[in-house]
């Protein structure tokens, strides 16, 4: 009975002793505190179909890049817009919905999501190397090559002719965002991944038409694109 006593007051000892874990988990977490975005990057393709890996950041507007996100509880979440707005009838916030799965590894964030910004691809038509003092110029391909074979007889190649390629940002609004990986996380940072089908314009040489009068290719024909972003949010 004396042994049984001891072992009894022991085993109640270590169970006063021991500390109460509290089990947190992703999504208690990211109810905490606000989000906004520090980094990311961009890959899409170029016109030669190439692919090209962009920063991210240059492309947010000035205005939303002190926008943050608060994840409330019922999955729902807001977008806020910082100090700096784009205009003042901008809302305070805006709505959307967001859930976690497969073992909170994936994010979907969707009905009225719109912190996404893209990039708007385009070929300037043509770009001659007597204006090369212009900056930037991104040289990419030959105008007329194609065509001009193609002709009987066969044209002249302008050889002093070049696509000149360029970049607009444009945000993406109302893009429903769902499978995004959830990679390098902490209770202060988080990296989402997540794909969205676009469009590029195609510059080698497959072209919507012929200009006689100029002997160049006319627009170039538009392919479909994937932009993969990873995007990192931060918590302050």
Request: net charge negative; with cysteine.
């Amino acid at each position: 009975m004396r042994y049984f006593f001891l072992a009894f007051c022991v085993i109640l000892m270590a169970s006063c002793d021991k500390t109460p874990k509290i089990n947190h988990n992703r999504a208690s977490e990211l109810r905490v505190g606000k989000w906004h975005v520090t980094s990311g990057t961009l890959t899409l393709r170029k016109p030669n179909g190439l692919d090209t890996t962009l920063n991210y950041m240059d492309w947010i507007p000035t205005c939303h890049k002190d926008d943050y996100i608060k994840f409330d509880s019922l999955n729902r979440g807001y977008i806020f817009p910082g100090g700096t707005t784009c205009d003042a009838s901008q809302a305070d916030s805006s709505a959307f919905v967001w859930q976690l799965k497969n073992g909170e590894t994936i994010l979907d964030l969707y009905n009225g999501f719109s912190n996404t910004f893209g990039v708007v691809e385009t070929i300037v038509l043509p770009y001659f190397s007597d204006t090369i003092s212009k900056s930037p110029l991104i040289l990419d391909t030959l105008v007329g090559a194609i065509a001009a074979a193609a002709m009987t007889p066969p044209g002249v190649v302008v050889i002093d002719s070049f696509w000149k390629l360029h970049f607009d940002s444009s945000a993406v609004q109302r893009l429903d965002i769902y499978n995004a990986t959830i990679t390098n996380y902490s209770q202060s940072a988080f990296t989402i991944n997540y794909a969205v089908i676009s469009t590029y314009p195609d510059s080698t040489g497959h072209h919507t038409g012929f200009d006689v009068t100029n002997n160049i290719d006319m627009d170039p024909i538009i392919r479909p694109d994937t932009f993969h972003y990873s995007v990192t949010y931060t918590n302050f």
